[in-house]
């Protein structure tokens, strides 16, 4: 994979994201979660709700329906999610994102390896 995340990010706790292709970097905080996320393969989220979540397309194309409503996003794209909204959507390979979430406990980090 090439990593668009410079080694800071990089060194930073994976979440641990139930999705084939996914890499995600957490920035954990007391309110609030921050992912950096970047995917090898196509990725289709079915429908689901949560707390507000608001991203920023660093590459590629994520194309979500928000509440009903069909939009495509490309870098420098902003979307915003409100709490409680349904939505779903195809992330396409080769996209990369800053994610906010206004929760906390969102995602957990992957286990640690144990070295022998």
Known sequence: ?????????RNLPEADIPLDGITAYLSQADTHQILFMQFEKDIEL?????EAQMGIVLEGK???IIDGEEKSFTKGDRYYIPEGIPHSGKIHAGYADMTFFNEADRYTTKPQLTKP
Request: no cysteine; net charge negative.
């Open 46 to 50: 079915p429908e689901h709700a949560h």
């Open 1 to 9: 994979m090439n990593h668009i995340f410079p080694e800071a990010i």
């Open 62 to 64: 994520i194309e979500l």
